[in-house]
């Protein structure tokens, strides 16, 4: 069965630092891959996704992703915090066995950003 | 176009009681899903419908029944309601690659609050 970790349940930033949330998924057919992101007290919007092509996806907000095969990973990132990019985000894997017709979630990794 | 709703927002049961949760969608995709959303366990899918008519059992079925009558619609229902299934409830639709406008993204409602005392 696919699953995803998600590598700490919260990570914290300052403004203007890195952001690197970890992803790594595990799929024995070629996956489809999904970063979401919860504000509170909101549904989850989608903010970037891998199906094919391109390794590299760019997303909303200035976050990008990588897809690397060979590490099973999907690691999300943006240059440069900012303070509304605190919320909850959730990677997640959708793959041929199920059609792509359902996600697997991880458990989600709270961005805290400190002025 | 108001994308996915879903009502009641907030409910309180009592244990045993029953209820029934609704989900529409106006952007005539053909599958929905409804997962549940408790803490430090990310979502879980409870039932997904491929179609008007169908639905499929997900991560955590039990305790659950769905029903997918018209295809914009997808109830989710608690014959008798445990403290267990305090959580809150999210419905998401999407539309399948190959079919006008698929993409496999899923959108989501607004969720409903759900607490069992």
């Known amino acids: 069965a696919q699953s995803v970790t998600q590598l700490g349940s919260h990570v914290s930033v300052s403004e203007g630092a890195l952001v690197l949330l970890r992803c790594n998924y595990s799929s024995s057919v070629p996956p489809y891959l999904f970063w979401y992101v919860q504000y509170p007290n909101q549904g989850l919007q989608l903010l970037l996704k891998?199906?094919?092509?391109?390794?590299l996806v760019k997303g909303i907000n200035g976050f990008e992703a990588e897809f690397k095969k060979s590490e099973t990973s999907f690691h999300l990132t943006k240059p440069s915090a900012h303070m509304s990019d605190a919320a909850e985000y959730f990677c997640?894997?959708?793959?041929?066995?199920?059609?792509?017709?359902?996600?697997?979630f991880g458990k989600g990794t709270m961005l805290l950003v400190s002025p | 176009n108001a994308g996915v709703t879903q009502t009641p927002k907030f409910r309180v049961l009592k244990t045993g009681q029953s209820m029934t949760l609704l989900c529409a969608q106006d952007?005539?995709?053909?599958?929905m899903y409804w997962y549940r959303q408790d803490p430090g366990m990310g979502l879980r899918l409870i039932h997904y419908s491929v179609g008007e008519g169908t639905t499929a059992k997900g991560e955590v079925p039990d305790g659950y029944n769905v029903s997918r009558l018209k295809k914009q619609n997808f109830l989710l229902g608690l014959e008798s309601a445990a403290p267990s299934q305090t959580s809150v409830y999210f419905c998401?639709?999407?539309?399948?690659?190959?079919?006008?406008?698929?993409?496999?993204?899923?959108?989501f409602g607004p969720g409903t609050r759900l607490t069992v005392t």
């Open positions: 952007m005539n995709h053909e599958y």
């Open positions: 891998y199906t094919t092509g391109a390794t």
């Open positions: 997640a894997v959708s793959d041929l066995r199920s059609g792509y017709s359902t996600l697997t």
């Open positions: 998401a639709s999407s539309q399948p690659e190959g079919l006008a406008g698929g993409t496999y993204e899923q959108y």
